[in-house]
């Protein structure tokens, strides 16, 4: 029997007149769970404030449609294991551009080397001490122009990598400077002197651009490059034989190329979200262990219901909605070391489909956000992860039916990286959401 259901329905066939006092002496002495119920609800006898905590919340993973990253600043590239969520992939695409100027070397140029830069930022995401590798492989087609890449795309790009690097995603790591094979430098170097590259077309026509890709067994980090900075680049050195000791070199860009995206990839086949395949599929925590999950980048979202919320109306006389206030717990260790949860999260308002609408707003109409706090638990007197949200607003509104109860969708508010949560779902042992509700009678 759900406890709530029973308390109000008793609440709502009270006998006219009956003091506060008295109908909960009457409810625990008429319910099967009386100490259960006791200790959870609770009606303070001089204000008419009634508590409930034990309303049913429910929670399911939803998988969402992917991001945009074609739009992006940025590209991802490596690869972790999480035993929860799966094998997570970064691969990155890219097209090389002329900066505006032909390449016309002397035709008495001679090759030296030729090296791929890639400046990187202070973003990381998994083991940063392990070894990890970026193979760089060459696009058998261009990106297409005037077209949004998602996160799921791909482009087809030769199996055998021009080069493979090993690397550690140290803090200290600024750029990955990778030398690339003299037979390639040779070619742009020949064409150049042949007067074959005198725009980004005629490049792309010999050269479509890169995959960057992580090795196949890696277990270490994703980190983040820089696609817009005129430091990524694919360097070609050469020197002429009459100053044979001059280093000239030329630069050919990722930012003057435009045109780049990464991709996002995860195998769930070994998860108990193996089953989540379609965009708006849900999953209900009841068959994930009592947990729920949010992975920005990947398209997964937290989906939270509250079922029986409208009983609330079947209280008699006036009631006003004093407090609603949502408590989610990132579930006990998977918090700590490589793989931190969002820094903030977002609710938006959803349909019986999981689609996701509005974002529900705050008193002064901004965006409602929820930040990542690590501190001490009052409940368990120990360090715990936890997002809380004040929804008032939000709940007075659906008790008055000014807009559905068909639940919220909870996401990352950095969508395009790969941080994620790992919430405790209510059969959630040490870790369950709580949803607390104050209401006032006030006739």
Not at 102 to 114: I, K, Q
Not at 186 to 210: K, M, N, V, Y
Not at 221 to 246: G, K, N, V
Not at 410 to 436: C, F, M, Q, Y
């Amino acid at each position: 029997m759900n406890k709530v259901r029973f308390f109000l329905n008793q609440w709502a066939c009270r006998v006219a007149g009956l003091p506060v006092l008295g109908l909960l002496v009457l409810l625990l002495a008429s319910c099967e769970e009386p100490s259960d119920v006791g200790s959870e609800l609770v009606v303070d006898t001089t204000t008419g404030t009634l508590f409930v905590d034990t309303l049913t919340v429910r929670t399911s993973t939803v998988l969402v449609d992917s991001v945009v990253t074609s739009t992006s600043s940025y590209l991802l590239l490596g690869q972790y294991q999480d035993n929860r969520l799966g094998t997570i992939t970064a691969r990155s695409y890219v097209r090389l551009g002329l900066g505006g100027t032909t390449f016309e070397p002397d035709v008495s140029a001679v090759y030296d080397s030729v090296v791929l830069l890639l400046p990187t930022d202070t973003y990381r995401y998994g083991d940063t001490t392990k070894v990890q590798h970026l193979a760089v492989h060459r696009l058998r087609e261009p990106l297409r122009p005037n077209t949004k890449y998602y996160a799921f795309n791909t482009v087809g790009y030769n199996a055998t990598p021009l080069v493979t690097q090993a690397f550690r995603a140290r803090p200290n790591l600024t750029t990955l400077r990778v030398p690339l094979p003299a037979s390639l430098g040779r070619e742009l170097l020949t064409a150049g002197i042949s007067r074959q590259l005198s725009s980004d077309d005629a490049l792309e026509a010999r050269l479509p651009g890169f995959c960057l890709s992580p090795g196949a067994t890696d277990n270490a980090a994703i980190l983040r490059f820089l696609a817009t900075s005129t430091s990524a680049t694919l360097r070609l050195y050469y020197h002429l034989p009459t100053a044979a000791d001059e280093a000239l070199s030329r630069d050919f860009t990722i930012a003057d190329g435009s045109r780049h995206f990464y991709q996002l990839q995860a195998d769930r086949s070994s998860t108990l979200l193996s089953s989540l395949t379609a965009s708006r599929q849900a999953i209900a925590s009841t068959r994930t262990a009592a947990e729920a999950y949010i992975q920005g980048g990947l398209g997964l979202q937290t989906k939270i219901e509250v079922p029986y919320l409208l009983d609330l109306n079947n209280l008699g006389g006036t009631w006003v909605l004093n407090s609603a206030q949502l408590q989610l717990e990132t579930v006990q260790g998977t918090e700590k070391g490589a793989f931190v949860p969002p820094a903030t999260l977002v609710l938006q308002l959803a349909d019986r489909g999981n689609h996701s609408g509005s974002y529900l707003t705050d008193l002064n109409g901004a965006t409602l956000t929820a930040a990542y706090s690590y501190a001490y638990s009052l409940r368990t007197n120990l360090e715990q992860g936890s997002y809380s949200f004040s929804l008032t607003p939000y709940y007075e509104a659906a008790l008055k039916r000014e807009v559905a109860n068909e639940g919220l969708l909870l996401s990352s508010t950095s969508p395009d990286t790969p941080e994620r949560a790992i919430l405790g779902g209510t059969a959630n042992v040490t870790n369950p959401i709580k949803l607390r509700v104050y209401l006032t009678r006030v006739q």
